[in-house]
């Protein structure tokens, strides 16, 4: 038994890569089920969010087969709600975590501080952070390595399981590239 029957890990995953993965694992520790939430799910096609929900979530299908079949790891897609990195983007994750699957017990996430001033209406929450600072790598940055064709670059910053996906990837960053949309809305 693990101290959490319910964990949430939030993520646009617009470049899933290993500091991803250590957060979810991280979760996955402390945490008899997790709740995946892919972030921006209504969001492609741009700069900042360039691969489409059904991609992001066969990528995390795909680092995690067995623990998404078994129920372990829940994926759940989760729209942008365009209020910004305030109170009421933290009620509308919770109240989607509850919808999916439950009230989620602790929160897992990166070295992004500003999460935890998304949920003060959730005192009974725990906020687990995973250090990042020895995994030098960001969606912004793998995004730019897929784009400049640094293949063997994506593969040192991506578990092998998502090695499969850069041609795809690339696709998509090209064709995004050569649209010119542009979107610059931040989250965790």
Request: hydrophobic share 35%.
């Amino acid at each position: 038994m693990r101290p959490y029957r319910l964990g949430l890990v939030l993520g646009r995953f617009q470049g899933l890569h290993i500091g991803h993965e250590a957060i979810i694992r991280r979760a996955l520790a402390v945490c008899d089920r997790v709740i995946v939430m892919i972030g921006s799910a209504d969001k492609e096609g741009t700069s900042h969010d360039p691969f489409p929900v059904s991609l992001r979530k066969k990528m995390l299908q795909a680092m995690f087969p067995r623990l998404v079949k078994s129920g372990r790891v829940i994926l759940v897609p989760l729209n942008d709600l365009g209020v910004g990195n305030v109170p009421a983007w933290g009620d509308y994750v919770i109240g989607n975590a509850k919808k999916a699957v439950g009230m989620p017990e602790c929160i897992v996430f990166g070295n992004e501080d500003k999460c935890r001033t998304w949920f003060p209406n959730y005192p009974e929450i725990r906020y687990i952070s995973v250090d990042r600072s020895n995994i030098d790598v960001n969606g912004t940055k793998l995004r730019k390595i897929i784009l400049d064709n640094e293949e063997k670059a994506y593969q040192g910053y991506t578990p092998k399981g998502l090695h499969p996906f850069y041609p795809q990837l690339r696709e998509i960053l090209i064709r995004t590239e050569q649209s010119g949309k542009e979107s610059r809305i931040e989250h965790c």
